[in-house]
């Protein structure tokens, strides 16, 4: 719902786009994009990122999965680093994981819009069978 929220301030026009100095009339709707953000960070954080940690111990286990293989990538930037302007931080594996989870989020809502169009549509529908 968070993403949902998001994606929809992102994607809508706002007259600040375009006129910037009405930034300071923002602050409530920036506030709430701020908060909205920072519960999706806390989520990913202590629901993901914290129990595959803790399940990744328990298991002892090499990579099974995406967020194995971004949780190896910090941990062997930690240690030693290939290079400077490559290494993977926790901030920089969190904004990737956080990515793909809104990117998935937009996707799964653009098909289902697409297919809502579509089923209102039965003579849209009949073209679609006859292409």
Known sequence: EMFDKIF???NNGRAVDFLPWLMPTMGKSMGEVKQWAEEIRT???DE???ERSQNRIK???????MMDCLLDRVEEDKIQPEDNDCTVSMDIALYALEDILGGHCAVSNFALRALIDVAARPAVQRELREE
């Not at 298991?59 to 999965?65: I, M, Q, S, Y």
């Open 59 to 65: 298991e002892k286990r090499g990579e099974t999965n």
């Open 43 to 45: 989520y990913v954080v």
């Open 48 to 50: 993901l990122v914290e």
């Open 8 to 10: 929809w301030e992102v």
